[in-house]
């Protein structure tokens, strides 16, 4: 079974249901809910959900909806070791770039984002949501 880290911008879009980009997301998340896939999101990415759900939907809400895509997904954790490798990553973003650390650490086969661009320097293969087909 394949192992797919989601960047946060596609589990965002999922949660938030932002258009025009929710449908495409959402196929590509419902592979870890089917089991198609073993699903991961990075360590850091949870924070970031967190906060910009809490923001937008309240806390009872955002924690409800963070509860319910753990149940799916699970952690890759970021770790010193890996934060550091990230630092000598040719990535323009430090989020990228401990993202695509958390992968390795996690050994995923691919990272799912809308973001390829910020990706181009990965050693793991970056697929777009729509892209994913199993």
Known sequence: MKRVLYDTN???????ERKPHWAES????????EQKVEGYLSGHAVSTIAYVLQRELGRSRSR?????????LQVAPVTDR????ALGLAFEDIDDAICHAAAEEARVD??????????RSSTIPV?????LVL
Do not use: K
């Not at 959402?26 to 809910?33: G, I, P, Q």
């Not at 409800?64 to 799916?72: G, V």
């Not at 890996?82 to 490798?85: E, Q």
């Open 26 to 33: 959402a196929r590509a998340l419902d592979a870890a809910a």
């Open 127 to 131: 697929l777009e949501p729509a892209m």
């Open 110 to 119: 691919l990272i799912v984002t809308r973001n390829l661009r910020d990706f």
């Open 82 to 85: 890996g934060v550091r490798r």
């Open 10 to 16: 596609v589990l965002l879009d999922v949660l938030l």
């Open 64 to 72: 409800l909806l963070l509860s319910h895509l753990l149940a799916n």
